[in-house]
Every structure is written in structure tokens, then in C-alpha cells.
């Protein structure tokens, strides 16, 4: 059975950092692009980030960029977000998702993904 599971989350003070996991089972993440996506109450799911297969194309979203970095790690069948400098609007439930074929555009396309995690909420308030 294909799974992704988020793990990571949790409340943090504005100007602090997490680092969410998104780790498969079932399937071996060395051939699928990993994509993080986060959506707020009352908001469409957005992409943040995303990365080739082979690490080499890596995408952020303008709100993020200089503050979130994402890494895999495919010995470990994992893809990380580690998430620095984080604001209160950074908070919602974030997701990752797995596709093979894989385009940077797809980041502003949710529905293109196959697999999708349960999510994991991050909080920033103090």
C-alpha cells in the first residue's frame, strides 16, 4: 500500500523553525518528485515547495523562498522541509504529495498530484 506520512509539526513562536518529514512506505521515492503544500481554514491548498526526483530542480513559492529549504534524502525513502524565520500567515496543515512526472508549473497544481499524505499542522503564535 503506497503511503506518504507528514511528521514535524507543532506550535511555534514567530521567528522560530520547524522541519516537517514526509516519509513513504510502499514505494520507493527515488523516482517521484515530492511536493509540500499547506492549506489555511478557509483557503485553497497552496504549493509551497517542491523537488525533483534527483534533487536537482528544487521550486519554492515567493512567500517562502529564503526562509523554507527542502532536501530528500531517498537512502531514507524521506523529503524534508526544514522551515526557518517562520510568521503566523506559514500557519496551516501542511502536505506532501508525490508525482513522476513532474513539472516546476505543477507546484500551482494540486489536483496533478497522485498520493497525498494526511497532514500535519504547524502554528505560529505567541
Known amino acids: 500500500q503506497l503511503q506518504l506520512v507528514e511528521s514535524g509539526g507543532g506550535l511555534v513562536q514567530p521567528g522560530g523553525s520547524l522541519r516537517l518529514s514526509c516519509a513513504a512506505s510502499?514505494?520507493?521515492?527515488?523516482?517521484?518528485?515530492i511536493g509540500w503544500f499547506r492549506q489555511a481554514p478557509g483557503k485553497e491548498r497552496e504549493g509551497v515547495s517542491c523537488?525533483?526526483?534527483?534533487?536537482?530542480?528544487?521550486n519554492y513559492a515567493a512567500s517562502v523562498k529564503g526562509r523554507f529549504t527542502i532536501s530528500r534524502e531517498n537512502a531514507k525513502n524521506t523529503v524534508y522541509l526544514q522551515m526557518n524565520s517562520l510568521k503566523p500567515e506559514d500557519t496551516a496543515v501542511y502536505y506532501c504529495?508525490?508525482?513522476?512526472?513532474?513539472?516546476?508549473?505543477?507546484?500551482?497544481?494540486?489536483?496533478?498530484?497522485?498520493?497525498w499524505g494526511q497532514g500535519t499542522q504547524v502554528t505560529v503564535s505567541s
Open positions: 504529495a508525490s508525482i513522476m512526472y513532474y513539472s516546476s508549473s505543477y507546484m500551482n497544481q494540486p489536483n496533478l498530484w497522485d498520493h
Open positions: 510502499g514505494f520507493t521515492l527515488n523516482y517521484y518528485a
Open positions: 523537488i525533483s526526483s534527483d534533487g536537482g530542480s528544487l
